[in-house]
């Protein structure tokens, strides 16, 4: 199950889930992307956003509107769906109507790969430039031998002392879960992801792992009006 997060307040790019991208809510464009991999429910705080998704054909279920992150969101929309504690949960952001379904699918067959573990999460990766590694809104990752994540940075780690060759790594927000261990991650607390305002902080600081997975993707987040300008121009340009 895909399970998007759509809440309608944002505070830099207000009600963006329903603006439009070649006149379609930005939100269904999501949807469409996860219907090519699996079952798609859209978990909201807003009764327009539900009547949006079901024009569209779409599932949605109405959620909290206090919750702090889109995992707890996603937790609520798992238990009213009555999924199993075994079942595969992907968390797919509200804002990236351009992510490829492979991407989806790779992180799908990781769980696969992975639900054994104790603790079991997956997210991605890609490559990026040292450049890029400069912007805080661009968040770093670095990992271990085994592809597990060690930390999570709006810095540029790791620290490049004497400037040594060294290939960076951006965190792609895309979460899946074991229903069990996302129902664990949102009872973690940690102080690390207050810090830096990123949930994911608190696996890493509860001792527990994160599988990664390097894609490749011309996806973007859609955080600002400038963002939402260059999502309709691609899509013009692109579909």
Known sequence: MIIIPARLSSSRL???????????????????????VDEVCIATDSEEVIQTAEKYGFNAVMTDKNHQSGSDRIKEAADILGLDKDDIVINMQGDEPFLEPEILQKVKDKLIEIKNRDFAMVSCYKKITELQAEDPNLVKVILDKNSDAIYFSRSKIPFNRDNATHQYFGHIGIYGFIKKSLDEFVTLKGHLEHIEKLEQLRVIENGKKIAMIEVETKSFGIDTKEDLEKARNYAKSSH
């Open 14 to 36: 207000p009600n963006k889930v329903l603006a439009t991208i070649n006149n379609k809510p930005m939100i269904i464009w999501c949807a469409e992307v996860a219907a090519k």
